[in-house]
């Protein structure tokens, strides 16, 4: 990183080398590594956006942004990274926001220490990226709401101690959601194995099952019906910070390849020297830069608490998009080494992908996009 950045983008750099050890290895196996974990933990990251009150470290929206640059920069795991950005936003995020004190007290200690795991259950596979059709149904009993459904591809489902559920307890649409904090342990919680996947394989994901699950009525993030100014104001985030993460990986991607098409040689000169080289490379700095721009220009809006129902849309577009493009153009660059697992250029590749789906796909985005332009 650049000093332009200055200590914010550093915030992990001093724990690099642990969270970049045995990566081939890790990734093959679809380990999520605790020693990782406790350098995550270590660094502070999980404590940057939330109130000094809270234990937390009190930085900006935007400050937030540039420390999760950092992160996919100095990580070459970005399972973990992403599991990292999955625990700021899954919880504790909506439960500063608007949990009771209660709550906020018995549980923002244990997860801003990152002593306990965090995951957020929004998804189920009849639904995808359908979230106010959500089918899950909360019954209110007396003083517990009684849960039965199920989630799908919840990320860091099975390693979680703590999970935030989004269920329905009312009519279909925005305002039938609620939100539920749920312990690990609770009668009626079942936890599916960890499910296989092409990228991110550090980062686990899985499956939820509810029996009759009670949930104490106490344990309500947010109001009953809530849950849709819950979730809007969660994904804003959720989207804004992964995909900071992934800007700091493509500069990252982006200096490796300069390097790499400096120092190696074909027919007798370096083959940046090519121009067929040069000017993919100049177009990964393009795409790197306009990914850039998208997000601080985003980011800064939402601080000042302007609407950006168009501009996060459009930025999770560019980004992600850019990050598959850049990642092909690294494997192309780099020619056999690119399709080595043991260089770990593919990696990139394969975890680029799920950008393009998770928080709402693509082709989801366009058609957010087109709503909101009337058409």
Same mark, same amino acid.
């Given at each position: 990183m650049t000093d332009r950045d200055g200590p914010l983008t550093e915030l992990v750099a001093p724990y690099a080398d642990v969270l970049n050890a045995d990566l081939a290895e890790l990734d093959a196996g679809s380990v999520f590594s605790r020693a990782k974990w406790q350098a995550i933990k270590d660094s502070g990251i999980l404590r940057t956006p939330f109130k000094e009150e809270h234990g937390g470290s009190g930085r900006s929206f935007t400050e937030t942004m540039k420390v999760l640059e950092g992160l996919g920069y100095h990580s070459r795991d970005a399972g973990v990274s992403f599991s990292t950005s999955t625990q700021i936003v899954s919880l504790a995020t909506p439960l500063e926001k608007f949990g009771s004190a209660g709550l906020k007290a018995r549980y923002l200690p244990r997860i801003l220490s990152g002593e306990a795991i965090t995951a957020h259950a929004i998804t189920e596979e009849s639904g995808g990226s359908d979230a106010?059709?959500?089918?899950? +149904?909360?019954?209110?009993? *007396?003083?517990?709401?009684? =849960?039965?459904?199920?989630?799908?591809?919840?990320?860091?489902?099975?390693?979680?101690?703590?999970?935030?559920?989004?269920?329905?307890?009312?009519?279909?649409?925005?305002?039938?959601?609620?939100?539920?904090?749920?312990?690990?342990?609770?009668?009626?919680?079942?936890?599916?194995?960890?499910?296989?996947?092409?990228?991110?394989?550090?980062?686990?994901?899985?499956?939820?099952?509810?029996?009759?699950?009670? /949930?104490?009525?106490?344990?309500? +993030?947010?109001?009953?019906?809530?849950?849709?100014? +819950?979730? *809007?104001? /969660?994904?804003?985030?959720?989207?804004?910070?992964?995909?900071?993460?992934?800007?700091?990986?493509?500069?990252?991607?982006?200096?490796?390849?300069?390097?790499?098409?400096?120092?190696?040689? !074909?027919?007798? !000169?370096?083959?940046?020297?090519? !121009?067929?080289?040069?000017?993919?490379? /100049?177009?990964?700095?393009?795409? +790197?830069?306009?990914?850039?721009?998208?997000?601080?220009?985003?980011?800064?809006?939402?601080?000042?608490?302007?609407?950006?129902? @168009?501009?996060?849309?459009?930025?999770?577009?560019?980004?992600?998009?850019?990050?598959?493009?850049?990642? @092909?153009?690294? =494997?192309q660059i780099h020619g056999g080494r690119g399709v080595l697992t043991s260089h770990g250029i593919e990696r990139d590749l394969r975890n680029s992908v799920a950008g393009t789906i998770y928080s709402g796909s693509s082709e989801i985005q366009r058609n957010r996009m087109a709503a909101l332009l009337g058409l």
């Open positions: 106010m059709n959500i089918t899950t +149904v909360a019954v209110r009993e *007396d003083d517990h709401y009684v =849960v039965d459904g199920g989630k799908m591809f919840i990320t860091n489902a099975p390693v979680a101690d703590l999970f935030l559920l989004y269920v329905r307890t009312g009519k279909p649409g925005p305002f039938g959601l609620t939100c539920l904090l749920v312990e690990r342990d609770t009668p009626g919680l079942e936890i599916g194995e960890p499910l296989d996947k092409l990228g991110l394989r550090t980062s686990p994901l899985g499956r939820l099952t509810f029996d009759r699950l009670r /949930v104490p009525v106490t344990n309500r +993030v947010g109001a009953e019906g809530g849950g849709f100014l +819950v979730l *809007d104001y /969660v994904m804003k985030r959720e989207i804004l910070y992964a995909f900071s993460i992934t800007l700091g990986e493509m500069r990252h991607r982006l200096d490796t390849v300069i390097r790499f098409a400096t120092e190696r040689t !074909q027919f007798g !000169q370096p083959i940046a020297s090519y !121009q067929a080289v040069s000017h993919k490379i /100049v177009e990964m700095r393009i795409a +790197v830069e306009t990914a850039a721009k998208w997000l601080a220009d985003t980011g800064a809006k939402a601080e000042r608490g302007e609407d950006i129902s @168009l501009d996060l849309a459009s930025t999770k577009i560019v980004v992600s998009e850019a990050n598959v493009k850049t990642a @092909l153009d690294a =494997v």
